[in-house]
T-cell receptor
Framework: RKEVEQDPGPFNVPEGATVAFNCTYS??????FFWYRQDCRKEPKLLMS???SGNEDGRFTAQLNRASQYISLLIRDSKLSDSATYLC?????????FGTGTSLTVIP | SQTIHQWPATLVQPVGSPLSLECTVE??????LYWYRQAAGRGLQLLFY??????ISSEVPQNLSASRPQDRQFILSSKKLLLSDSGFYLC???????????FGSGTRLTVV
């Protein structure tokens, strides 16, 4: 079983839509969680950490469910500039495990 | 402020040729350093990580090697490249014990 699993998409949504991505992880001992954004042919960049109580940064909301071992990312009021691949990252022990990413295209 | 530099940005190399990719970090000391590879349409694969000078851990068997000659320098090498070594190579660092990664801008390697 993979350490981290994501729906690869693609998600094609109109501007202004709300879109949610989920990610599951296999190790219940995982200690920290992140969402990264990767634009085409660029390096991944940290979008936000995911805290147990859930956290929000503008239009982005991240949530963690330890009992079910999944994390989620909600994007409200999608912008064209949100088009990218979103990577789920799980920190377990001294290793970081990356999902394969979910592709989002926001359509005018 | 902390910055990470990686070069070159793109590289086209023939099969069997050697490889050397360099990564340096500024503005921090004793960072954990990582080399990842991302093949086309695939996820990030951890190749090597280092928690200190001369300390290298390898995650997958391959014809690549890594070295950390200085605290803030991490080098990825190969003596003879294979076609399957093509990919997007990313160096990353994180402060010891906290936070997520910061990635370098990557090297896109094409082996021909």
């Amino acid at each position: 079983r993979k350490e981290v699993e994501q729906d690869p998409g693609p998600f094609n949504v109109p501007e202004g839509a709300t879109v949610a991505f989920n990610c599951t992880y296999s190790n219940s001992a995982s200690q920290s969680f992140f969402w990264y954004r990767q634009d085409c042919r660029k390096e991944p960049k940290l979008l936000m950490s995911v805290y147990s109580s859930g956290n929000e940064d503008g239009r982005f909301t991240a949530q963690l469910n330890r009992a079910s071992q999944y994390i989620s990312l909600l994007i409200r009021d999608s912008k064209l500039s949100d088009s990218a691949t979103y990577l789920c990252v799980v920190h377990t022990g001294n290793q970081f495990y990356f999902g394969t990413g979910t592709s989002l295209t926001v359509i005018p | 402020s902390q910055t990470i530099h990686q070069w070159p940005a793109t590289l086209v190399q023939p099969v069997g040729s050697p490889l050397s990719l360099e990564c340096t970090v500024e503005g921090t000391s004793n960072p954990n350093l990582y080399w990842y590879r991302q093949a086309a349409g695939r996820g990030l694969q951890l190749l090597f990580y280092s928690v200190g000078i001369g300390q290298i851990s390898s995650e997958v068997p391959q014809n690549l090697s890594a070295s950390r000659p200085q605290d803030r320098q991490f080098i990825l090498s190969s003596k003879k490249l294979l076609l399957s070594d093509s990919g997007f190579y990313l160096c990353a660092w994180r402060p010891t014990g906290t936070g997520g990664y910061t990635f370098g801008s990557g090297t896109r390697l094409t082996v021909v």
